[in-house]
């Protein structure tokens, strides 16, 4: 039977995915567009440009979000109280996001016609900031529909006016300039619909009762900046060790296809937060059944998008992109493989956070952004785009192996069944592959996943009685 709270987990996890699913395609759609139309060179320009203010989100963010989904996860009725600060606090960080994004750019980054972009995509770093807090309210009350329609309408309208632009001769300023536009009717638009049917939409300028937040905020931000920089660092380091704008564009579209990838596990473990807090506050273990079967499942999940990735990159490229961009075809079989740690940091991770542990996730968060900035420095120079995607792959995955050593330190972890069985099945399907390999790359791929099937079910990784203790695990949320 389903209950209450597996249709709510349910529904709001299929609403984040779609909301997901949207981006993404609207996202395909203008990356196989924009980069036929503006060619290697001007692709890098606007890929290094947007990858730039990205990573300046999480100052904007500082953690608010994260920290309100904590404070209200067990009990909605707290939102009120906190939102209203929260909503002050991220209007503050916005304004020294945007400073310093506008201001680095002018000193760092090694193409001189950047800044001039990154100064108008600094309007959008805003306005993404205080949509997000709307979104963060929608997911504490479970409503995430209010996020999909919000990510379609608009999404949509972006694409058809940047799509626009292009195909008329406009240049790259006009095109920011309109994505900023577009996304500050957003911004009004989500305001608008948070204040009608969540809350009261207000400023109030009580410093004194920010420490909550803050308190909550700070770790929060650094393992948001932390696990930002594992994905954007790695975009903006190699551009600036590599002075070939051309190649940059060619791991910037592979790294594309990596994101794209984590609409699922990402949309999962956001959905399913509050109730993990309810789990938590009722210290009935259940959160720990999530972070088993996520735990399980990424080994598996990452090796499918692996294999596939090897066979199908490639010519899948080429055929949407051209030859000029053939070679980032041959890298997205290498940074699909990320898929691994990026799933399972949606396991224990978050379970530890959901738990309060926010000094040890720090910890793990910033060593990972550490292991992966030294080892860009070191591999770059030598191996290339080779080496940035191991550098980054070793830097994703220092989080959910320091994240699961310390739950199985506090025997909350299964080494043998979370581990071993789901990698045994993974090293099965992949020795598959490369066994056929050589006699036909389609014969390997269809060998590998079936190899790989078969031993997830023979290791029982993940069967259908783990999934109805879960289900059951929830079904008195």
């Known amino acids: 039977m389903t209950t209450p709270a597996i249709r709510s987990i349910t529904r709001n996890t299929a609403y984040l995915v779609g909301t997901r699913i949207v981006n993404v395609t609207s996202r395909l759609v203008w990356v196989v567009i924009a980069a036929r139309i503006l060619g290697p060179d001007l692709y890098a320009l606007l890929a290094y440009s947007m990858t730039w203010q990205l990573s300046f989100l999480p100052l904007a963010l500082f953690g608010i979000g994260p920290a309100l989904s904590y404070l209200v996860g067990p009990d909605r009725s707290l939102t009120r109280e906190y939102a209203s600060h929260a909503l002050t606090i991220r209007l503050i960080t916005i304004v020294i996001a945007a400073m310093a994004c506008i201001f680095l750019s002018r000193i760092v980054t090694p193409d001189p016609r950047a800044p001039a972009l990154i100064t108008v995509l600094s309007l959008v770093l805003s306005a993404r900031a205080l949509t997000t807090f709307t979104h963060t309210l929608f997911t504490a009350f479970e409503i995430n529909q209010h996020t999909m329609r919000q990510e379609t309408m608009f999404g949509l309208l972006d694409l058809g006016v940047g799509l626009g632009i292009l195909l008329n001769g406009g240049g790259l300023l006009l095109l920011v300039s309109a994505k900023a536009v577009v996304a500050w009717l957003q911004t009004g638009w989500a305001l608008y619909i948070a204040h009608r049917l969540v809350i009261p939409i207000r400023l109030v300028w009580q410093p004194v009762r920010w420490r909550p937040l803050l308190k909550l905020a700070l770790p929060a931000l650094l393992i948001t900046l932390a696990a930002d920089w594992r994905f954007n660092g790695s975009l903006v380091l190699f551009r600036n060790l590599t002075p070939d704008g051309i190649l940059f564009a060619q791991y910037a579209l592979a790294m594309q296809a990596l994101a794209i990838t984590t609409i699922l596990p990402l949309a999962l473990s956001r959905a399913v937060f509050p109730a993990l807090r309810r789990a938590v506050a009722r210290g009935d273990g259940k959160e720990l059944l999530f972070a088993s079967a996520m735990q399980r499942a990424a080994p ?12 199908l990159g490639e010519p899948l490229f080429r055929w949407l992109l051209g030859e000029p961009f053939s ?18 940091t949606a396991s224990y991770p978050e379970t530890l956070i959901a738990h309060g542990r926010f000094r040890a996730m720090v910890i793990v968060n910033v060593a990972g952004a550490a292991a992966m900035t030294l080892l ?22 220092v989080v959910p192996a320091g994240a699961f050593l310390l739950a199985w330190h506090g025997k909350l972890a299964d080494p043998v069944n979370e581990v071993i069985r789901p990698f045994g099945a993974a090293a099965l399907g992949l020795g598959a592959y490369l066994a056929l390999l050589s006699f036909s790359p389609w014969a390997a791929l269809a060998a590998g996943l079936l190899i790989l099937v078969a031993a997830t079910v023979t290791l029982h990784v993940i069967g259908p009685q783990e999934m109805r203790v879960i289900r059951a695990g929830f079904s008195s949320d």
Do not use: E, M, N
């Open 327 to 344: 070679t980032a075809g041959k890298l997205v079989g290498l940074t699909l493989w990320c898929l691994i740690p990026l799933t399972a």
């Open 376 to 397: 860009t420095f070191l591999l770059v120079p030598i191996y290339g785009t080779t080496g940035a995607i191991v550098a980054t792959f070793l830097g994703f995955s």
């Open 300 to 311: 598996v999940v990452g090796t499918v998008a692996g294999l596939l990735g090897w066979t």
